[in-house]
């Protein structure tokens, strides 16, 4: 018995590696047989889109017994000499010298060659990362990830941890999910009043909707540091652009004015598309081919064009005059749709585009108030196919206007005491901005449904596995 070094599929997939004694262990995916004794079979182990083909023969002591009854989804482990392939669009094949089965998938295996929808998929949370679709989702997903780190770290942000449990409501909308352990059927107290100084906290606490104003602590303390976690919103939405639970990324720069953070959102956003374009070449090639045509190209272009940079109130004077029928009218004062955004970066400038100085009575208290009295330096940054991508602010520095914001929108001092100490103590102008993760893994796989771009996607009416 020849020694045989355990290497993946995407590994064995290297043609310098043809002659070397290899084992492969995975999924099988297809199983064909040939009158002349001899099986080919596909194998998948989730490091790359592709296959590896396996060619047993009848000499395997095995064969009858197993081989030849193996079946889609079957779990084996693989040994053999990895040699040049004469088969189309295949470099290597593994000519299997030994082949055991770890675990059969008998006939109910969900994940047959009849073609399911996403929708059908979703009810399968636990086999859908198997399929060619969920499996180059959740590859494109992890260098994502990978990406957003390596970006901050080089830019000398520190990576903070900040906390799930709150009792602070950021976006000021109340849409948050309560934690207690009171038990619901007696949460009255007297007067029909629930007395949260019983509960585990010992105050109302909920699910956070943002990491920022803790990040914020952090970079009026270190200078720069970001956040990449958990985010929770009670909004009752079942769109294709919406989830319960979601990661965010905010990044939080000390001495950073508005410019300086749209500058940083343009950079970070071209660093994630060179990464996936470069790195992800095989899955992207998938969802171009088979997801959203002509994506490769799109983000090609976000990556190697300058973001078009104008003012919200410029925006609506072009939204207002270039006669298209939205749903939604546009009007100064009024928050942009995602139709009005995508009209200005797919037909008005055919490009990304950032729109900056919002109405500060769509925006929430922490966003710098502008001289003019009306504005927040409030920013969004707009792609074509999704429309806003990024959102953030300059955020308000100054105690007195500070205090007379939360003042306006009914805000207790008391409770963000520890927000307005930063104000109190070494201020400094920071910026800040936030990326729903999810967003833009939907964005570069083209996927029609967020829902699909989440391992267990959490909405209203649904929290399985």
């Known amino acids: 018995m ?7 599929v ?21 199983r064909r047989d040939s009158k ?14 592709g296959n590896v083909q396996i060619i047993a023969d009848q000499s395997l002591p095995n064969y009858e017994a197993d081989i030849l009854t193996l079946s889609v989804g079957s779990s084996i482990v693989a040994s053999g000499e990895l040699k040049a392939s004469q088969g189309k669009g295949q470099s290597t094949e593994l000519a299997a010298s030994s082949l055991r089965v770890l675990g059969d998938a008998p006939a109910d295996y969900p994940l047959q060659k009849k073609r399911h929808s996403f929708e059908k998929l979703r009810e399968w949370a636990h086999l859908r990362p198997r399929t060619n679709s969920f499996g180059a989702v959740t590859r494109l997903r992890n260098r994502l990830a990978y990406s957003v780190h390596q970006f901050f770290q080089e830019k000398g942000f520190y990576y903070v941890n900040t906390p799930i449990i709150t009792a602070s409501d950021c976006e000021g909308a109340g849409q948050m ?61 079942n769109t294709t652009r919406h989830l319960s639970e979601f990661w965010m990324i905010e990044p939080e720069a000390a001495f950073f004015d ?50 078009k940079h104008l003012t919200y109130t410029e925006a609506v004077e072009i939204l207002e005059a270039c006669g298209e029928s939205f749903e939604f009218p546009v009007s100064w004062g009024a928050d942009l749709q995602a139709e009005h955004e995508r009209f200005l970066t797919e037909k008005h400038f055919a490009g990304p585009v950032i729109l900056y100085n919002y109405p500060k009575s769509i925006k929430p208290f922490y966003m710098r108030c502008n001289d003019d ?19 953030g602010s300059q955020r308000e520095e100054r ?53 699909d771009c989440i391992p267990f996607p959490r909405t209203p009416g649904s929290a399985e596995f």
Not at 410 to 434: A, I, N, Q, T
């Open 177 to 237: 999910f309560r934690v207690t352990t009171l038990p619901i059927e007696k949460i009255a107290g007297s007067g029909g009043k629930v007395d949260y100084s019983r509960d585990f906290f010992g105050k109302s606490s909920y699910l956070t909707v943002s990491g920022q104003l803790e990040a914020e602590i952090y970079a009026t303390s270190l200078g720069r540091c970001y956040t990449f976690g958990p985010t929770f919103r009670a909004e009752n939405s």
């Open 36 to 49: 002349g004794g001899f099986s080919f079979i596909e194998l998948n182990d989730g490091s790359c889109f």
């Open 373 to 391: 009295g009306k504005t927040v330096a409030a920013m969004d940054v707009l792609v074509p196919g999704v429309g806003e991508i990024v959102g």
């Open 399 to 451: 105690l007195d206007v500070l205090l007379e914001r939360m003042k306006e929108l009914g805000l207790s001092e008391e409770e963000y005491w520890w927000y307005v100490d930063l104000r109190k103590f070494g201020s400094v102008p920071h910026s800040g901005f936030g990326l729903g993760f999810e967003r833009v893994v939907q964005w570069t796989t083209g996927m029609t449904n967020i829902r």
């Open 258 to 307: 508005l410019q300086d953070n749209m500058r940083l959102a343009e950079e970070f956003i071209k660093a994630l598309l060179t990464d996936v374009l470069q790195d992800c070449q095989e899955d992207m090639a998938f969802f171009d081919q088979r997801i959203q045509p002509g994506i490769i190209e799109s983000l090609e272009s976000v990556r190697d064009t300058p973001f």
């Open 10 to 30: 995407d590994e064995a997939r290297d043609a310098g590696r043809v002659g070397e004694q290899v084992e492969l262990r995975g999924w099988v995916r297809t």
């Open 2 to 8: 020849t020694d045989a070094t355990w290497i993946s």
